[in-house]
């Protein structure tokens, strides 16, 4: 923690409770001088800079959505001072699924009207890694070859973009503020490219809700991640059914217990 605490030192913060760890990052909540709740991120310094920064800065005009940044500190690690919310009231608990589906198309809608900053990676350079990681798997015979031929296609053709993407919209990274008046997209792994792809990590999320009848329930939850920014639905279908069938044929030999594997397997007959 020994970054982490200089910045503290630094910035005149105090912990206010145990940190969290997430995949590349950890966070502290703290308090400034004057009382005001917040959190450090400290992103691991062997993992690249994300462009979370970036993302969260072009967000920033819209104050309803995107966690707001209070300060930045680039250098060994990458340290983000930010808004504290909720953690304890993620969207995954909301107990109105399409209240819960709804809610994720309404911040796709908010954050792809903004047109991506020049520094934030392409989502085209990604479907690129996406088709070359199913071309290596797809002699395995896991994906019938006609699902795998689909996917290839879908991501040969897909349409370039320059909109701002989260890439990792799902209801964990959406929390309540501390006000209880606003979800607020959180831990954006940022992408420039078309809206439709920000629709995939919900559809592969929450599945005890679609469980029951689940191509269906999936192609209603589809409906509402899409509608309120009037996105493609059958574009996001198939961008759906290409990641879908690339974790597929890595998941069945190597986590066949996953539990993203029975929405993947949904998915990628699409």
Do not use: F
Not at 47 to 53: I, K, L, M, V
Not at 160 to 187: C, K, P, Q
Not at 202 to 218: E, F, G, K, S
Not at 259 to 265: C, D, I, S
């Amino acid at each position: 923690m020994s970054g982490a605490a200089n910045l503290m030192i630094r910035w005149g913060l105090a912990v206010d409770g145990p940190s969290r760890r997430g995949w590349m990052s950890t966070v502290w909540p703290v308090r400034t001088r004057d009382g005001r709740r917040l959190v450090l991120k400290l992103l691991d310094a062997h993992h690249p800079a994300t462009g979370e920064d970036l993302a969260l800065r072009a967000w920033a005009a819209d104050e309803t959505t995107a966690g707001r940044v209070v300060r930045l500190e680039t250098g060994e690690g990458h340290t983000l001072l930010l808004e504290r919310l909720d953690a304890d009231r993620p969207l995954e608990h909301h107990p109105d699924a399409a209240a819960a589906d709804e809610t994720i198309g309404d911040i796709i809608a908010t954050l792809t009207a903004v047109v991506a900053p020049a520094k934030i990676p392409r989502a085209r350079a990604e479907a690129d890694r996406i088709a070359a990681s199913i071309r290596d798997r797809a002699a395995s015979g896991i994906v019938p070859s006609d699902r795998v031929d689909r996917a290839l296609r879908t991501l040969a053709e897909a349409p370039d973009g320059d909109r701002l993407l989260h890439w990792d919209l799902h209801y964990l990274n959406v929390l309540r503020d501390l006000e209880d008046r606003r979800w607020v997209a959180i831990d954006p792994l940022p992408k420039a490219g078309v809206p439709e792809w920000d629709v995939v990590a919900a559809l592969r999320n929450r599945w005890p809700d679609v469980a029951a009848h689940p191509d269906r329930l999936l192609r209603e939850r589809l409906h509402r991640l899409c509608a309120p920014g009037g996105l493609d639905e059958d574009l996001a279908a198939a961008l759906a059914q290409a990641v879908a069938v690339d974790n597929v044929l890595h998941l069945v030999p190597a986590q066949p217990d996953h539990l993203l594997l029975p929405p993947y397997l949904v998915l990628a007959g699409w």
